[in-house]
């Protein structure tokens, strides 16, 4: 199934959704974040057969935060004026749904995530990741406080020090350091992410 810059299908009772804008580095817009709540309604439908939901991302990225460029974009973000109005009518509703779905979520991370993509790869139940993949805490660097649920899932999964660091000093940080600072459960060599990552969603389900 087709909705913007979303795909979504079905491998038996397990859902999989994945964030696709390759030429943005699947950037989250407007558009997309229009899509994801269609995608979450057709999981809906489904809700007796779904058992398990994926998220991950098209191509060569998981997620580069916020779309700040273009028509239909989150453009508001970037200047902080409208931050706030689009985080409570966009983003945060989507990140609500997530959280009230009726299934364990899996985030397969198999490429960067930033921002507030960052945060949509946190709300896995189960996070897994490629071994090239990282993690970003972006906001630093247009004069915003991390959101998307970053600044209350983050010391909860690898305490203040280290969310205060990723937070205010913006390094990236490596799969491998995610796995050893306990943010993520597993992580795989690239081109064996995609079939862990189905066999554990079969599993669960």
């Known amino acids: ?9 079905f491998d038996g009772p397990v859902a999989i959704l994945k964030l696709d804008h390759q030429e943005v580095m699947n ?16 999981i809906d439908e489904k ?3 779904v058992r398990c939901l994926v998220i991950t991302g098209a191509g060569r990225a998981f997620c580069t935060g916020a779309n700040l460029q273009g028509r239909n974009s ?5 200047s902080g004026k409208g931050a706030g109005a689009a985080l409570e009518t966009a ?17 397969s991370v198999n490429g960067p995530a930033a ?40 010391p909860r999964l690898i305490g203040k020090a280290r969310s205060v660091e ?13 796995l050893e600072w306990g943010l993520v459960n597993r992580v795989h060599d690239d081109a064996k992410l995609w079939a862990e990552t189905m066999k554990l969603a079969h599993d669960l389900c």
Not at 1 to 9: S, W
Not at 91 to 104: A, D, I, K, S, V
């Open 166 to 178: 990723l937070s205010l000093l913006g390094e990236k940080l490596p799969a491998d350091k995610a």
């Open 1 to 9: 199934m087709q909705f913007k810059h979303v795909t979504l299908d």
């Open 47 to 49: 809700r007796a057969e």
């Open 74 to 78: 989150t453009g508001a973000m970037s």
């Open 91 to 107: 983003f945060h509703p989507f990140l609500r749904r997530l959280r009230r779905l009726h299934c364990p979520i899996v985030t």
């Open 115 to 154: 921002g507030a993509g960052m945060s949509f790869a946190l709300m896995g139940d189960m996070i897994l990741c490629a071994k090239s993949s990282y993690f970003l805490q972006a906001f630093r660097r247009i004069g915003l406080v991390p959101d998307c649920g970053s600044t209350w899932l983050l």
């Open 27 to 42: 950037a989250v817009s407007t558009d997309m974040l229009g899509g994801l709540g269609d995608a979450l309604d057709a």
